[in-house]
């Protein structure tokens, strides 16, 4: 069964505190992960795109990385700004169905 | 603003009572999925739609769901006979064809009394 497992479920920094959040998924045929970020209350914002291992992508303090069994996001020098929760999903071969995780929520202290 | 739209925004309403939700999708963008995601959860897949045929359904969902998208353009998710188990945000998301990426809605959150 096609399966995504996000950790840690709460990580708390402070501020200019790096760290990465794991996204560790299991399918059957990967045609893209996804990295979102949610605000309470609202709904998911478009971080990345991912499509195969080795893959990377940067956005200002965000970089995420691809390998043939998990990704990472990896925060660099965090602002308070940046607390949310953060969503990865997968989208699998032969299905529309895109399968998400509980998401990591992210807490930065100044 | 040319992001995805979804109306209303809350809905209280009471156990019984039938419910609808509509999205409007980016312009251009002829792929629309509804999702449920409660308290904690990441966002669960209900049904999917390219232009205006719906082309996969989640096994999770009760025969008390039905969603329609009959111009291709906005959709409308219902919800008959509501439960208490209802209540969750309902999020809409839209994208491009030939492309992977989703992009969301504000979500319409549903609270059964």
């Known amino acids: 069964e096609d399966q995504v497992t996000q950790s840690p479920e709460a990580l708390r920094l402070q501020e200019g505190e790096s760290s990465s959040l794991n996204c560790s998924y299991t399918?059957?045929?990967?045609?893209?992960l996804f990295w979102y970020r949610q605000d309470p209350g609202k709904g998911p914002e478009f971080l990345f795109t991912?499509?195969?291992a080795g893959e990377e992508k940067e956005k200002e303090r965000l970089k995420a990385t691809l390998t043939k069994k998990e990704s990472f996001l990896h925060i660099t020098a965090p602002k308070p700004e940046d607390s949310a929760t953060y969503l990865c999903?997968?989208?699998?071969?032969?299905?529309?169905?895109?399968?998400f995780g509980t998401g990591t929520r992210l807490k930065v202290l100044a | 603003d040319t992001g995805v739209s979804q109306d209303p925004r809350h809905k209280i309403t009471k156990r019984g009572q039938n419910v609808t939700f509509r999205c409007d999708p980016i312009?251009?963008?002829?792929?629309l999925y509804w999702y449920r995601q409660t308290l904690g959860q990441g966002p669960e897949f209900l049904t999917y739609f390219q232009n205006e045929a719906q082309l996969e359904k989640s096994r999770l969902l009760s025969d008390r769901f039905s969603a329609e998208r009959p111009k291709g353009s906005f959709s409308t998710l219902e919800i008959q006979r509501t439960e208490q188990g209802d209540s969750a945000m309902y999020l809409c998301?839209?994208?491009?064809?030939?492309?992977?990426?989703?992009?969301f809605g504000p979500g319409t959150r549903l609270l059964v009394l």
């Open positions: 399918v059957s045929g990967l045609r893209g």
């Open positions: 999903a997968v989208r699998t071969s032969g299905t529309y169905k895109y399968i």
């Open positions: 998301a839209s994208s491009l064809a030939g492309e992977e990426t989703q992009y």
């Open positions: 312009s251009e963008h002829n792929r």
């Open positions: 991912l499509y195969s």
